[in-house]
Structure formats: C-alpha cells, structure tokens
C-alpha cells in the first residue's frame, strides 16, 4: 500500500462541510439558535441580567410585565434574572462535567481496546462496577458524602459520567485498529501511541463528539434534580434551585415554576436534536442519507 493511501484512509470522515449541513435543516438549524442563545446569557450573564438575581425587595409575587418580563418570586428576586444566572450554573456545569468525563472515558476506553488482555480485562470490570447503581442514587450519595459545592459536584459526576464514553470508545478503537491503514501504520515503523493518537482517534471523534453532546444535557438534567431536593451549591442560583423554591408558591407564582423549566427543557431538547443530527452527520452509515435529506 502507497504511503499516500494511508494518509488517505486516516483522514476522518466528518470535516469542512459539517457546518453546512447542519444548518441546512430546519430543525437543527433552530437548536443551534436556541443553544446559541442560552450560551450567550451562560456566558455574558454577569452582564446582561436586569437586575441582581439575589436581590430581594419588596415586590414579592409580582406576575409577567413590562417591568419584569418573568416576574419576580416570594423574595421580590427578578425571575428573568434568575433564569439567565441559571443558565451559566446549568449549562457551564453540563460542559464542565462532559469535558472532564469524555477525557477520562477516552483515556480508559482506547487503552483497554488497544493493549487488550489484562488492562483491557481489569479496566471494563471497574467500569461495569460503577455501572452497577443507578448513576443519581450513587451521585446523591457520593454528593452527602463528600460535598455539594460546584468543584465538588463537577468531580462526582464526572465519576459516574465517564462509563459510557468508555465502553463506546473501547468499541470504536477495537473495530478501528483491525483496519489496513493501522496495520500499514505499523509496518511503516509507527509506535503505539502515534497510531492510537494520530490515526485511531481522529476517526473515532465522530462518537466522541456525539456523546459528548448527549452527556452535556443529561448532566444538565441530573444537576437540575440533584437542586430540586436541595442537594447543590446553596451559593449558586441554578434552574433546578428555582424550581425547588418555585414549588412551593404554585398557585401564587406560576411563573417561578414555568419559566425555569421552559428554559431546561428548551436547552436538553435543543442538545438531544444536535446530538442526534451529529450522528446522523458524522456516523459514515448514516452520512450520505442525512445529505440527501438537508439538502
């Protein structure tokens, strides 16, 4: 096989036009909007909030205005406000916690497929160990146990995040490696670590990528639960820390309890149809029939 071909064989197979295909169908292209919204208030919230999300007064209970959009809730606190501080907590926290288990699923995942044996042995049993509990019993858990405060709540769901990475990365490295570009890799004198680096992963980034996505909006969701029973960082205004106070005034305030969760619902709807549209994308089985239908 010619030195090029290899080159050729490597190159991923989702690259210059993805973007261009997203946008081109309607649905996805109205996620990717959605989702840029609420990045936009995640990141630039400190900025562009009306009032201050903490502070009371004594416009308690006050319904959707010109004054305040979203109304304010039994502490006189703006609730608009509070969604867009909600949405850094909730939506930065979903990234956080994606970015760190994804590093550590790839890591476990490609070094038990590619050394085999033992490792390979020993590292899918941890991972079918914290596969075990349901992942909020056990996050509910390790969060009375060790914490709730942002960092904290990173690091445990990370912990029971980084499992179906893992094993979906395993798979991809397993069926990768077989393949006759690996193999001329090696004849060509290539160490280990440049094949798994340079020529497995960039074609396994695909399901990285995807899962990646899924992950951000299940943690998004967790989080929001983990608040709702009072379990987060009391010091961190969060959609499921407004829903746990909103709950409570239903009848008063409607509104503290319908925005929050429009918001929540908007962002995990908006991350699953990406997710799906990225794999539909990216996956090379499925790549040429989403063309066909953006186009």
Known sequence: MAKSEIFDNRKPLWASNLWRLLTRDKLTAIALIVLGVLLVAAVFADLIVPFDPAKTSND??????????????????????????????SILFGVFVSLVSGLIGVIVGATAAYSGGLAD?????????????????????????????FLYLVVILSFTYWTTMARLVRGEVLSLKQRPFVEAA??????????????????????IITQMMLTVGSV??????LDFIGIGDADRISWGSMLHNGQHFIRDGWWMVVFPS??????????????????????PKTHSAYIDKAA
């Open 121 to 149: 042995d020993v590292l899918m049993r941890l991972t079918e160990f914290i596969l075990i509990p349901p992942r909020f019993f056990l996050a509910l858990v390790m969060a009375a146990l060790f914490g709730t405060s």
């Open 60 to 89: 308690t209970f006050q319904s959707p205005s010109g004054r305040f959009l979203f109304g304010t809730d039994d502490l006189g606190r703006d609730v608009l406000s509070g969604v867009i501080q909600g949405a850094q907590t």
């Open 262 to 283: 429009l918001a929540l619902a908007l962002v995990v709807l908006s991350i699953n149809i990406l997710g799906d549209a990225l794999n539909h994308a990216l996956n």
């Open 186 to 207: 090696k004849a060509l004198g290539a160490s280990p670590s440049r094949i798994l680096l340079f020529h497995i992963l960039p074609n396994a980034l695909p399901v």
């Open 220 to 225: 998004i969701l967790l989080q929001a639960a």
